[in-house]
């Protein structure tokens, strides 16, 4: 079991930043994929970013690259998603999820990652 608490969420104005946190606890962090999905209202769950185990890879949905950058801390069982934007999607819920299969590609699709956050909601004021 992993246990996932997401923070850093809140009102972020229109080209400020905001950075996110997701800390994990109940199994070795350091042998896990990790990530970051959204949902807005009435919307489905995107993919945002991911990281792999040792953070040597990442990937990125292409609305937020060069913009958001994922990066964690296994001493810390946490990641991060910083978030740099004008628009950072609207009002929505950020959430981190885990994916104990650490071999081949980073994953986009929720189904891959096995446990997930409650999530935090991030609001774009203008």
């Known amino acids: 079991q992993v246990q996932l608490v997401e923070s850093g969420g809140g009102l972020v104005q229109a080209g400020g930043s905001l950075r996110l946190y997701c800390t994990a606890s109940?199994?070795?962090?350091?042998?896990?994929?990790m990530a970051w999905f959204r949902q807005g209202p009435g919307k489905e769950r995107e993919f945002v970013a991911a990281?792999?185990?040792?953070?040597?890879?990442?990937l990125y949905v292409d609305s937020v690259k060069g913009r958001f950058t994922i990066s964690r801390d296994n001493a810390k069982n946490t990641v991060y998603l910083q978030m740099n934007t004008s628009n950072p999607g609207g009002t929505c819920v950020y959430s981190c999820?885990?994916?104990?299969?650490?071999?081949?590609?980073?994953?986009?699709?929720?189904?891959?990652?096995?446990?997930w956050g409650q999530g935090t909601q991030v609001t774009l004021s203008s």
């Open positions: 109940g199994r070795t962090f350091s042998t896990t994929n």
């Open positions: 990281i792999s185990w040792n953070g040597g890879s990442t």
């Open positions: 999820a885990v994916s104990i299969l650490i071999v081949g590609p980073l994953a986009t699709r929720p189904e891959t990652y096995n446990y």
